[in-house]
């Protein structure tokens, strides 16, 4: 039933935008549209604990079930099959399964953990592979509560978070497709959602742009929007290789995002006296010496080359009006040492020739050690461009955020070279920085912040109102579920004081979210097998160091793996 209502609404919605004015719109409908949200950062495998709040039924193979609210249940995969557990039964439940809520009540929703943020919404759990696949399905309105918090914060500017809510609404309703499995992701590969808190700011935003998203040229707009552009502003075509610009977004500088003092920046400085130049990048220099020092008969070893002054430094490779620069070169004076020869030694420096007799005879005293190597000579001065990504970017300690997109400065100082690396995304649209510093500095509005970002973008407006829900049926209202229990998770790590091997120690888990989960993979990889999933403060025993010092082995009560040391605090007390 809720995905053919939804498939009316996305057709409806489009209807309105193809017949739409350019001004604001009238409402479509005064339910809000659906969105189904798959819930990724979970990182389920077999087994997801749930704990109902307010009014909700399972629905089964060929069966409804009144879940109690308070109660803790768990769904278990097994061999293809869902089991419901509670501290008192269990039943199966079929390939698939379904919880359904009767309330519109704000409070009414499902907990992944006792003190994790609620969850609006109906969830449908289905075996998707081997592992379980949690799909919740709610309105956009709900549904951008508990996005708004973790893509900007509760502390920004209201009108700032209020042009974060277009952005995403539109961005969400542009990707729902009522024939794929769901629509978005709870992670950045979407939109980061969390469920709803305690963020009164964000959900005054949300209210307040109730039911409004973009268009542009009678589309619905696909709002991508980043933490900060750098000071500039990207096109889909220098994003995404072959992707065609629609004429949207354009490159123009941002002088908001550049000026907010929270916007990340990393800077190094290099001395023109090259003192104290890092040692990576030097390692960079010198392997692009290699074939020269050889031709100059010069030892290619890294400790026959020294850089003596640093000249010049210039940036290049970016298309105007573009800024971003993909070379940079390097103009320096440079020494290095050549092999002696054996024709012309000398023993002030321990070396000895062919025309000089030499003594052997026991000593106490240390002989000096030999050197093939002459003094240092000059080399002269030499110019080399270089790609900027990735290699050099990093050796300056300059990456931002990893992806090879970042804006870089240059400032030349008496005595120094000042580079500056921006952005942190793709930088394409909203820039979250910059509309911080829009709202809370230049006191611009949500719809002001909009045109900058997205130029020739229409707001229109859909229904808003909180969706229909089924109402309970009254044999199953008369019929509660089991009762409210606690149903605690698996107690890992029984291990006695004297069972403990030599070297290892007893470690919990406490470096994640109270609604998450730490994997316990069969190698000490990401992309390893997932073994089982480890919940907050559950006990180890810690066996041994990996080959990679960021993971260890750990032992539970039924099986052996590797974690991210990272995520463990070591017990002081085996016996906590």
């Not at 009144?66 to 249940?73: D, M, N, Q, V």
């Not at 509670?86 to 009414?108: E, K």
């Not at 808190?197 to 935003?205: I, S, V």
């Not at 082995?553 to 007390?573: Q, W």
Request: glycine letters at 8%; a negative charge.
């Amino acid at each position: 039933m809720r995905s053919g209502r939804q498939i009316l609404l996305c057709f409806a919605f489009l209807l309105l935008l193809f017949f739409s004015c350019a001004g604001a719109g009238e409402s479509l409908d005064d339910a809000a549209p659906l969105i189904r949200v798959c819930l990724k950062r979970l990182a389920l495998t077999d087994r997801i604990d749930i704990l109902p709040t307010g009014s909700y039924t399972l629905d089964g193979d060929g069966f409804s079930l009144t879940l109690r609210s308070g109660a803790e249940y768990i769904l278990q995969l097994r061999e293809g099959l869902i089991y419901l557990y509670d501290g008192s039964f269990h039943m199966r439940c079929g390939s698939s399964v379904q919880l359904i809520r009767h309330d519109n009540d704000s409070a009414c929703g499902l907990r992944f953990t006792k003190s994790g943020n609620l969850y609006p919404g109906d969830l449908s759990v289905s075996d998707a592979g081997g592992i379980l696949q949690p799909v919740l399905e709610l309105s956009v309105e709900e549904y951008l509560r508990g996005v708004l918090p973790y893509e900007m914060s509760n502390d920004f500017p209201l009108e700032a978070l209020k042009a974060q809510a277009v952005c995403a609404r539109s961005y969400a309703l542009s990707k729902v497709n009522p024939s794929a499995a769901y629509d978005v992701v709870d992670t950045t590969n979407d939109q980061v959602y969390r469920g709803t808190g305690n963020h009164p700011r964000c959900d005054q935003a949300v209210l307040e742009t109730a039911g409004i998203v973009g268009t542009y040229k009678g589309q619905l707009v696909t709002c991508y929007y980043s933490a900060s552009n750098g000071g500039q502003t990207e096109t889909i075509g220098h994003v995404w290789s072959g992707v065609e610009d629609n004429g949207l977004y354009q490159m123009v500088d941002d002088p908001y995002d550049f000026a907010n003092p929270e916007s990340i920046v990393k800077r190094v400085t290099l001395m023109k006296s090259a003192d104290h130049l890092p040692t990576a990048f030097l390692s960079i220099l010198q392997d692009a010496m290699r074939s020269r020092m050889e031709k100059q008969g010069f030892d290619t070893d890294p400790s026959s080359f020294r850089i003596d002054s640093l000249d010049a430094v210039i940036l290049s490779g970016a298309r105007e009006p573009s800024r971003f620069y993909t070379k940079i070169s390097f103009t320096f004076t440079w020494s290095g040492r050549r092999p002696r020869s054996a024709a012309t030694p000398s023993l002030a420096d321990g070396t000895y020739g062919e025309d000089e007799d030499v003594l052997f005879f026991v000593t106490s005293t240390p002989a000096p050690a030999l050197s093939l190597l002459g003094p240092f000579e000059t080399g002269g001065s030499q110019t080399l461009t270089l790609d900027l990504f990735p290699d050099v970017l990093k050796s300056l300690n300059l990456s931002v955020y990893g992806a090879n997109n970042e804006l870089v400065t240059l400032l030349e100082k008496a005595d120094s070279f000042v580079l500056e690396s921006r952005r942190f995304g793709h930088g394409l649209g909203l820039s979250q920085r910059g509309a911080q510093w829009m709202a809370g500095h230049e006191k611009w509005t949500y719809d002001q912040i909009l045109a900058f970002y997205y130029p020739g973008m229409t707001l229109e407006v859909l229904g808003s109102s909180a969706p229909e829900v089924p109402t309970l049926e009254p044999a199953l209202a008369m019929t509660p579920g089991p009762s409210a229990s606690p149903t605690p998770r698996p107690t890992l790590m029984p291990v006695a004081t004297g069972d403990i091997p030599e070297g290892a120690y007893l470690a919990s888990v406490e470096g994640i979210d109270d609604d998450s989960s730490l994997n316990l993979r069969a190698e000490p990889s990401q992309a390893a097998e997932i073994l089982m999933r480890l919940y907050k403060h559950q006990k180890l025993l810690v066996l041994e160091t990996a080959e990679n010092p960021a993971w260890v082995k750990v032992r539970t009560d039924s099986a052996e793996g590797y974690v991210m040391v990272s995520f463990l605090e070591r017990m002081d007390d085996p016996q906590d």
